[in-house]
């Protein structure tokens, strides 16, 4: 057994958790998302930097939340995840135990969150060299190769909500899109629709996605949806100096103000 | 069954002769992203040979993402209903797996059986597909497992197993048999011979009929919660697979205008089940997961005696938790 | 004699402010264009920024959207929150390539019944010169559309 496994069984028999939220190695050689609720079940679990999603989104799970005492392997976007969720008081009702690989390998389990958030701030993701090359090319576009662009993805979208479900900051129990008085959002997918759900949704996120990137991997017909929260976050990061999943104590960009905020376009 | 040969050489002179022809081609097309996808296509330079799966099933070309079934225009006259059958165009589907074309008698049966589908009716009287056999597979492929395998001929109007320099063509139908009139001189008639070593080799990871047996009794195990808790409830694996065929209807417009939509649909939506009263019958995810695989391996049989899955491996390569339709199934029918 | 393109003008307003600015202006006898539409709100701070989707969705060629100066909220801070989200909405439609120059923001008060007249001329010119949306209008095409017109996708 690993030095993981060991660790996650201990953590079983001394009652601190009662399900780990882990990687397991599955088909294709992927890690992919792993509940354990026995110390039996411990063996298939992997923790490597090769792990890349987001497990955080499971924490808002109601199945996971009635496992009270919750175990997860964060990566560091994940932490950077539970930090803006706990900023937005959406934890309260679980014990979790975090438990994260550092630089060198090794394991660490966070003791309390005031130990996780110092770790987040130490170790602060930066966009990955994929994202920054997409991006510089995006903002070297033309505004009318802009639109050619995303209208081009957009008419793929199949509205399958993948991106949504993915997304650890989109817990709302009633999203917009589904309701129907007023339908802000049509059921149907086609290029106008999809453009709204698109632009909606990184409205509602802006100043809360920590960039994590999971919505952009995921998509089903290949749509870099991340690159819209990528780029609003940049410009709220410079505009207003909010850092997302930096702070417990973040305050949410959009809903307060300075007076002395500053732009260039009001007449 | 009419065995005929072509060389590999001339497949794009078959291709660009189906174009010709008038008709729409729909075929796999290697996107930015690196995914392949089903697409309209003008040339044979766009599509793509050197793949093992498209992203999505080739189902929305008789059964869109999104259908007009009406739409209706108010004026002074009175109001006008129309739709637009008539321009549905000949098509012709290239490059399906079998799996996929197999999926398509399940969307025969589901929409043409009972109640019949118009629109279903016209779009897959005006389809014709060409299958190609498989000669790569990965783990997430299981056909074999749900009594297929990667050179069946079943729902396929014609089926091209590529050979070395050429290629083995079976016509099945005479939507095959018009295909290969299109280009006539091209083909020449051939023996039947095996396909085996030029196909793919998939394992079969459970027996049909045990499955089968097995889920009559599923449907209370305990291992329902432990399969779907990875589950997120979005539409990915609903979307891309072959055989799902879950719709809603949607009306838009205006008091002057407007159109009824027949869209995809998802039965792990949270509100798939939702009533107009507030009631949800399935109010957890995992009651929707056990759901969609108890209606792929049982109901399905029992409404209309297919087994609905065909294998082809896209819910789990789509779901964005890697969740294995198949490794499910075991784990609840142990 | 040809038809001078009239553009379709959406204007998003607060109450306290521009609508009672715009009331000036009608009040003064004040010529200007008749491409508006007025659309009343408690405040700026209550215009979702879906409205305006939703506003070019339906047909608008270019959107006002206006309220009280910064300091002068009737209910103290609303226009604070609205500087703030169409700071970060105009970014967001900048970088998917929409035409932002199509909305126009401003803080017009209520004594300022010139400036409303003279915004709406500006804004309806603007738009008369950049043409009827149909950058917008035509993003839903059907397959058939899309081979004849030969939009290839890559």
């Known amino acids: 057994m690993t030095s993981l496994q060991n660790k996650v069984t201990e953590l079983f028999e001394n009652g601190t958790i ?23 079940q411990v063996e298939q679990l992997i923790f490597t930097p090769s792990c890349k999603g987001n497990l955080s989104v499971y924490l808002l799970k109601t199945e996971v939340k009635q496992a009270k005492k919750v175990g997860i392997l964060a990566n560091v976007a994940t932490l950077r995840a539970i930090v803006q969720l706990v900023s937005e008081n959406q934890l309260g009702d679980i014990e979790k135990t975090v438990i994260t690989l550092d630089a060198k390998g090794e394991l660490v389990v966070f003791a309390t969150m005031d130990e996780l958030e110092a770790y987040v701030q130490a170790n602060f993701p930066d966009l990955s060299e994929e994202d920054k090359k997409l991006l510089d090319q995006l903002n070297a576009m033309s505004r009318t190769e802009r639109w050619q662009y995303w209208t081009e993805q957009f008419t793929a979208c199949v509205k399958c909500y993948a991106c949504r479900a993915v997304c650890p900051m989109c817990y709302c129990s009633s999203c917009t899109v589904e309701g129907n008085q007023p339908q802000w959002i049509k059921v149907s997918s086609e290029t106008t629709g999809n453009l709204e759900w698109h632009t909606m949704r990184a409205m509602h996120l802006g100043g809360r996605c920590i960039n994590c990137g999971e919505c952009g991997r995921i998509c089903p017909v290949g749509i870099p949806v991340h690159m819209l929260t990528v780029k609003m976050n940049q410009d709220i990061e410079a505009e207003f100096g909010a850092k997302t999943g930096f702070s417990v104590k973040n305050g949410y960009a959009l809903n307060s103000f300075k007076p002395g905020d500053k732009e260039q376009f009001i007449k | 069954m009419n065995i005929y ?3 590999s050489s001339q497949l794009a002179e078959f291709f660009e002769q189906l174009i010709k022809s008038g008709k729409i081609v729909i075929a796999p097309v290697l996107k930015k992203s690196g995914k392949v996808f089903f697409e309209a296509v003008h040339s044979y330079d766009q599509v793509s040979t050197d793949y093992i799966q498209t992203g999505f099933s080739a189902k929305s070309v008789v059964f869109p993402k999104v259908e007009e079934l009406f739409s209706f225009k108010k004026d002074d006259e009175g109001i006008e209903i129309t739709n637009n059958l008539h321009t549905i165009p000949e098509t012709v589907v290239w490059g399906l ?36 056999s498989c000669a790569k597979a990965d783990d997430a492929c299981f056909c074999t497992s749900v009594e297929l395998n990667p050179g069946s001929t079943s729902g396929s109007d014609m089926l091209l197993t590529t050979m070395g320099e050429s290629v083995y063509v079976e016509v099945i139908t005479e939507k095959g048999k ?49 399969a779907s808790m990875g589950c997120f409830g979005c539409g990915a694996c609903a979307f891309a697979c072959p055989t799902c065929t879950c719709f809603d209807i949607q009306d838009e417009g205006t008091q002057d205008s407007g159109k009824r939509l027949r869209c995809w649909d998802a039965c792990g939506f949270g509100l798939f089940t939702k009533h107009t009263s507030g009631h949800n019958p399935r109010t957890n995810q995992t009651e929707r997961r056990r759901q969609r695989l108890m209606h792929k391996f049982k109901y399905s049989v029992e409404n209309l005696g297919i087994v609905s ?20 199934i075991l784990s609840v029918t142990k | 004699m040809s038809e001078q393109f009239e553009p379709k003008i959406v204007a998003f307003v607060c109450n306290w402010c521009t609508y009672a600015g715009a009331d000036l202006a009608g009040t003064s006898r004040t010529k200007y264009a008749t491409n508006v539409s007025i659309i009343r709100f408690p405040c700026t701070g209550r215009i979702d920024f879906m409205l305006l989707m939703k506003a070019f969705e339906n047909g608008a060629d270019g959107i006002i959207v206006s309220g009280c100066h910064p300091n002068d909220c009737h209910y103290t801070s609303g226009n604070f929150h609205a500087r703030r989200r169409w700071i970060v909405f105009r970014s967001l439609l900048d970088f998917m390539g929409f035409d932002t120059d199509r909305i126009t923001f401003s803080w017009v008060s209520a004594a300022e019944g010139t400036k409303w007249a003279g915004l709406v001329n500006e804004v309806t010119e603007k738009i008369r010169e950049k043409g009827p949306f149909t950058e917008f209008k035509k993003l839903d095409y059907s397959i058939l559309e899309k081979i004849e017109n030969d939009v290839v996708t890559e």
């Open chain 2, 178 to 226: 018009a295909a290969v009139e299109t280009a006539a001189s091209l083909f020449t008639p051939g023996e039947e011979k095996s396909k085996e070593e030029f196909l793919a080799k998939v394992t079969s990871v459970f027996s049909m009929d045990e499955v089968k047996e097995r889920i009559k009794t599923a449907y209370d195990s305990a291992e329902w919660k432990h």
């Open chain 1, 18 to 40: 009662n399900l780990l939220i882990g990687f397991k190695e599955a088909i294709h050689k992927l890690p992919v998302p792993c509940f354990i609720d026995n110390v039996s």
């Open chain 2, 309 to 328: 899955c065909v294998g082809c491996g896209r819910c789990i390569r789509n779901c964005p938790a890697h969740l294995n339709i198949f490794e499910n």
């Open chain 2, 5 to 7: 040969n072509i060389k």
């Open chain 2, 97 to 132: 797996r079998p799996c996929d074309a197999s999926a398509f008698n399940y969307l025969t049966e589901f929409f043409l059986k009972e109640n019949p589908d118009t629109y279903f009716a016209v779009r897959k009287e005006k389809t014709t597909l060409i299958a190609i």
